[in-house]
C-alpha cells in the first residue's frame, strides 16, 4: 500500500554533486623564515640543529601517533616525520595500525590488494613480521600495512591473554634493525591504541588547531597515565604537535595560544600550517618531502623530525 509519507520517501531525487570543491589556496608556498622572532606558539623560535648521522641502528624508539578524534593528522604526520628522519639517516618502520590503511594508501599501497597485513602476524604463529614489512619509495623506510581485516583482531584479541601485549611482541624481532618506529593510531582510544601505548617509548599528539580539539586531549592524557601507571612505565609524552594552523586567521592563533597556556614545553616549536599540498600527496601515494620537497610543508616536517630526535 502506498501512503503519502511512502510516496515521498522514494520519489526521485535530484542527483547528488560528488564533484571536487574548490581547494582552498595555499598558504605556504614559500618557506617562512624558520628561526628567530617570535614563532607561531607565541615562543621564541629557536634552532633545532641538524643531527649527527649514526653510525650504529637500533634499538628502535617506539613512538604512537594518537589522537581519538579523525582527521587531525595522525596519518600525514606518521608518513612526513618518518619520511623526514630517513632523510636524516634513520632507519624507520612504519606500523599501520588503523584498520583503515590510510597510511598504505598514503605510501602508494593498495591494502585491499594484499594478501598478509599485520592483521596475520597478530593471529597466525607462522606468520614472521619480517614477511610481512615492505619497503617503501623512501630509502630507509619501511611499512608494515594493514588493511580492514584488522578491525577482527581488536575483537579476537579481547580473549587472548597478554592482549594488550600484542603490539610489542610482534615488533620485538625487528626493533634491534631500526632507529624509529612510528604506529600510527585508530581514531578511537579502544585496544589496538592501547596497544600502540603499551608498546611505546613515547607518544606525539597531533592536534588540530581547532577549538573543538582541545576537548578529546583530556581525555588522552588520562588513558595515556592509566597506560603507563598499568602497563607501560616508561610511557612519555614526547611532544603536542599542532597541524592544520593557518595563520590568517585569529581562531587558529587563538587556539594555538590555549594550546600553549595548557600544555607547556611539550608542544613542539613546530608548526603545521594547512596547506592543499598534503592532500595532494596522499593522491600522489608519497611524502611531502619528496612531493614537494621545497615546500613549506616539507620543511616544516624536517623541522619536527630535528626536535623528535633531540628530545
Ligand atoms: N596540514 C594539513 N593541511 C591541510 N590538510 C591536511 C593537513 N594535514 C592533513 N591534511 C589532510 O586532512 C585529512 C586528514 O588527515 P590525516 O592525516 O588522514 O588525519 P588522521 O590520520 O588523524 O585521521 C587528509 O585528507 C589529509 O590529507
Ligand atoms: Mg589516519
Known amino acids: ?79 612526513n616525520l618518518g619520511a623526514a628522519l630517513a632523510e636524516y639517516g634513520r632507519r624507520v618502520l612504519l606500523v599501520d595500525f588503523d584498520p583503515q590503511g590510510a597510511l598504505s594508501v598514503g605510501l602508494g599501497i593498495h591494502p585491499h590488494q594484499l594478501d598478509q597485513t599485520i592483521y596475520n602476524v597478530i593471529m597466525e604463529r607462522d606468520c614472521g613480521v619480517r614477511d610481512v614489512i615492505r619497503n617503501t619509495g623512501v630509502d630507509d623506510m619501511d ?71 582541545l576537548r578529546g586531549v583530556a581525555l588522552l592524557i588520562d588513558t595515556i597515565e592509566k597506560v603507563k601507571e598499568r602497563l607501560n612505565p616508561k610511557l612519555e609524552i614526547t611532544g603536542i604537535l599542532a597541524t592544520m594552523y593557518d595563520h ?33 600527496t596522499t593522491v600522489a601515494g608519497e611524502p611531502i618531502t619528496r612531493w614537494a620537497p621545497r615546500s613549506a610543508g616539507a620543511q616544516a616536517y624536517r623541522a619536527l623530525a630535528r626536535e623528535v630526535i633531540a628530545r
Do not use: W
Open 143 to 213: 611499512l608494515l600495512p594493514s588493511n580492514i581485516d584488522l578491525s577482527a583482531a581488536e575483537i579476537q584479541l579481547v580473549s587472548e591473554v597478554g592482549r594488550e601485549h600484542t603490539l610489542v611482541r610482534t615488533l620485538r624481532p625487528v626493533i634491534d634493525h631500526y632507529d624509529y618506529v612510528l604506529v600510527d593510531c585508530q581514531p578511537s582510544l579502544g585496544l589496538l591504541t592501547v596497544n600502540a601505548l603499551a608498546a611505546a617509548d613515547g607518544v606525539l599528539i597531533p592536534l588540530e588547531c581547532e577549538f573543538f580539539s
Open 248 to 280: 590568517r586567521t585569529l581562531h587558529s592563533r587563538e587556539v594555538m595560544a590555549r594550546v600553549v597556556e595548557a600544555f607547556g614545553d611539550i608542544v613542539f616549536d613546530t608548526v603545521i600550517n594547512r596547506t592543499v599540498r598534503f592532500p595532494e
Open 1 to 79: 500500500m502506498s501512503t503519502p509519507e511512502h510516496a515521498e520517501r522514494f520519489a526521485p531525487r535530484p542527483p547528488v554533486d560528488l564533484s571536487l570543491a574548490p581547494h582552498a589556496a595555499p598558504v605556504d608556498d614559500v618557506a617562512p623564515e624558520q628561526v628567530g622572532g617570535i614563532g607561531p606558539t607565541g615562543r621564541p623560535r629557536r634552532h633545532t640543529p641538524e643531527p649527527p648521522g649514526v653510525l650504529q641502528h637500533g634499538p628502535a624508539k617506539i613512538l604512537a601517533v594518537c589522537n581519538q578524534k579523525g582527521g587531525v593528522g595522525k596519518t600525514t604526520s606518521t608518513i
